[in-house]
């Protein structure tokens, strides 16, 4: 029997290379994405090659509508079906309000909420066709607690969650499930610029106070993507250390 494919967005680096290591680790196949880092994807697919797993490098400006298509459409010649597209791509751009240009605004938009519509919808028809899929995107805390100069990226994670809960819904009848996963601090390239100062400030609102892996991450996509999680869809799952707990 032939693996089951997933595709991860941005999976040169950090979180998102971890997860395409995970599900590599469990067979799949693994279409990685990058945009800029080829390097990184190189990488990510050495290490899925000596997983011995199939693998498809390819590179998208998510925030364009045809080059996505155009990226489906390639990576559909290779394996020929989706089970499972991961949506982690995303960047930021973080400003007080008063100093954030709109330039900085509409970009972080553009990526991590135009993008996740511009790959969700190919993907969603692929899995239909199929009346099978799974369809996960990596949020953020910030969604739902906000964060100081942060607003442009707390709106895109915002978007990102009522977007993933009305697919779901729209998806259900296809058995095709859609969820969120919401990471707290996490050891990783976004968490690895922040000063000590306001690393300290969040892990003093973490409950287990100590620092998320990015494998945490990972761990749970894959248990997501699983038949375990057969009735799960719709929902948001926050992968925090209780930070949300308010520490």
């Known amino acids: 029997m032939a693996n089951k494919v997933v595709l991860v967005t941005g999976a040169s680096k950090g979180i998102g290379q971890s997860i395409a290591l995970a599900f590599a680790k469990a067979n799949y196949d693994v279409i990685i994405h990058y945009h800029q880092d080829v390097k990184g994807a190189r990488h990510t697919q050495e290490q899925c090659h000596k997983l011995e797993v199939n693998t498809h490098l390819t590179c998208c400006d998510l925030s364009s509508f045809q080059d996505t298509q155009n990226m489906i459409k390639e990576s559909l010649k290779h394996f020929k079906r989706l089970d499972v597209l991961v949506c982690n791509a995303g960047i930021n751009k973080d400003k007080l309000l008063l100093m954030m240009s709109e330039s900085d605004f509409n ?10 519509f511009n790959v969700v919808k190919p993907c969603a028809k692929i899995m239909a066709r199929q009346k099978s899929g799974c369809i996960l995107a990596i949020g953020s805390t910030v969604a739902t607690l906000g964060n100081v100069g942060q607003s442009n990226y707390a709106a895109s994670k915002a978007g990102m969650v ?3 809960k009305s697919v779901a819904l729209e998806m259900a009848p296809y058995h095709v499930r859609c969820n969120v996963i919401a990471p707290g601090l996490i050891d990783s390239s976004m968490s690895q610029v922040l000063d000590e100062k306001q690393r300290q400030r969040l892990l003093d609102k973490t409950a287990l106070k100590h620092i998320g892996q990015k494998d ?12 375990a999680a057969s009735y799960i869809t719709g929902q948001q799952f926050f992968v925090d250390g209780g930070m949300l707990g308010g520490g």
Do not use: Y
Not at 107 to 116: A, F, I, S
Not at 216 to 227: C, E, K, N
């Open 107 to 116: 970009h972080v938009l553009d990526v991590n909420l135009r993008g996740l």
């Open 162 to 164: 009522g977007f993933i």
């Open 216 to 227: 945490d991450v990972a761990q749970l996509a894959l248990f997501l993507a699983s038949d």
